[in-house]
């Protein structure tokens, strides 16, 4: 049931701090050591890894590439599961395909694995449905624990999925010994704190609520970030389309003066997710770039960002300090809550948006 919520979106999405500390149990053990949940896999082993997913999937699996190179040194490829097996990819041998799904159903991602396998490549699903097919014919099954998603905007899918793969991304780490023990202990303990840290982002719910109004008469958005806040923007955009119907686009922050800055117009919403960037200056003079434009400058930002930014912005959303290592899981509570209440604002049907399925069984 939706117990005393309005929607079962906005029930998921205030479940998360549960829903993190059940993923987080399930890959972390009684020290806090990313050692659990994995069975016995070498993942020393692979040269690299092939993540293949579709929608909100594909952004943690985007998010996922930063993770794996930076604190394990794998290469990592991503793919969009419509297009992985037409495009004819080269696949090492010592290769992991990992699939990411929620639902475990999906046709594009289910066909992906079974062409991964057909290759030689060992495939692992990481899935939320324990009962899937992709649960059942990946050679390594990784659960997310979510519980339950009934919202067909994906949300704590997505922020369990980030999580098991930020443990995954860590243990490998471990295996491969590919950072020295303190900064390897830091980044196991800043995941582990993400569940309270989530908490108090859900307090700025009554914010970003007064900041949608205004958004709920664009026609049109952007979303701007850089690092891992890039693929975050394009999650962004996504869900706002999914449940408001405006239409949103999520960029890289560098990007926009390549095109689509022809764009802005005076009053065009700009949203700038700049949590830990560590690119900050190169992302506020982005932020200006638009600004000059007559863009309406929205910041997502901690509080240093917040400083530096000052009066450009419209408004700001401060973020609660984290490590930046999991700011990209912090940063998604804000723009969950950005395409929530936009869109009840519209009086839109927010759990069963037009046009989509929960789960999308055909190619
Ligand atoms: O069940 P899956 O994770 O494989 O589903 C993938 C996408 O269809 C899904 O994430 C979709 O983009 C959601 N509606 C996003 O909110």
Not at 239 to 245: A, D, Q, V
Not at 257 to 272: N, Q, S
Not at 316 to 326: E, H, V
Request: charged content about 20%.
């Amino acid at each position: 049931t939706k117990g005393n919520y309005r929607h079962f979106m906005l029930k998921e999405i205030f479940e998360q701090p549960i829903t993190i500390g059940q993923t987080l149990a399930t890959f972390l053990d009684e020290f806090g050591n990313p050692s659990k949940g994995f069975g016995k896999v070498e993942f020393s082993k692979y040269k690299r890894i092939y993540i293949v997913a579709c929608g909100t999937a594909f952004y943690a699996g985007a998010v996922a590439k930063y993770w794996f190179e930076q604190v394990a040194g794998i290469p990592v490829e991503i793919d969009i599961a419509s297009e992985f097996r037409y495009r004819k990819p080269v696949l090492e041998e010592e290769g992991l395909f990992i699939a990411i799904s929620q639902s475990g159903e999906t046709a594009d991602t289910l066909a992906a694995l079974r062409h991964a396998k057909g290759k030689g490549v060992e495939t692992l699903a990481l899935v939320n449905v324990t009962t899937s097919t992709m649960a059942r014919e990946a050679d390594i099954y990784l659960p997310i624990n979510a519980g339950p998603e009934i919202g067909v905007a994906s949300t704590k899918a997505f922020t369990s999925q980030l999580t098991a793969l930020a443990a995954f991304a860590l243990n490998m780490s471990e295996q491969k010994k590919f950072l020295d023990k303190e900064h390897l202990a830091k980044l196991v303990k800043a995941l582990t704190e993400v569940p309270d840290i989530v908490g108090e982002t859900l307090q700025l719910d009554g914010e970003i609520d007064k900041m949608c109004l205004g958004l709920s008469h664009a026609k049109s958005l952007f979303y701007l970030g850089r690092d891992m806040n890039y693929p975050i923007a394009l999650e962004a955009a996504l869900k706002l389309k999914e449940i408001s119907y405006i239409h949103a686009e999520g960029y890289a922050a560098g990007e926009l003066k390549h095109g689509p800055i022809a764009l802005i117009e005076p009053g065009t919403p700009v949203i700038v997710l700049a949590g830990q960037d560590p690119l900050l200056e190169k992302t506020v003079s982005n932020l200006q770039e638009v600004a000059s434009r007559g863009a309406k400058v929205f910041l997502v930002a901690d509080k240093k960002g917040a400083e530096i930014v000052g009066d450009i912005a419209e408004q700001i959303i401060t973020l609660p300090d984290c490590d930046p290592f999991t700011a990209p899981i912090i940063t998604t509570i804000v723009i969950q809550l950005i395409a929530y209440h936009t869109a009840v604002h519209l009086g839109t049907d927010v759990d069963q948006p037009r046009n989509l399925a929960k789960s999308v069984t055909v190619e």
